[in-house]
């Protein structure tokens, strides 16, 4: 949500949609920002990659390294200029 809202700045608009797919709760992250090119899009996983100036690189990897090591899965789909889409599933527990 912070690299969506910085990403954007004031007048972007980021949309949260939660629901449930079959033991997994899904989490959809739309913004409305600049979008994220394809060379960046391979990257921004990766530990200590990061286009912030002051960024650490660790925030999108930490997440994911979280998700997937709950059982989980994150994705991404953005096109430079048209926003960008996250994707997270977690199992549910019961």
Known sequence: MLNAIEAMGAAGILDIKLTQE??????????????????????????????????????????????MGNGGMISVDSEEGKGARFVVKIPVQK
């Not at 992250?29 to 960024?55: A, C, H, Q, R, V």
């Open 22 to 67: 079959g033991n997994f709760i899904k989490i959809i992250f739309e913004d409305t920002g600049p979008g994220i090119n394809d060379e960046i899009k391979e990257k921004i996983f990766e530990p200590l990659f990061s286009t912030k100036k002051n960024g650490t690189g660790f925030g999108l990897a930490t997440v994911k390294r979280l998700i």
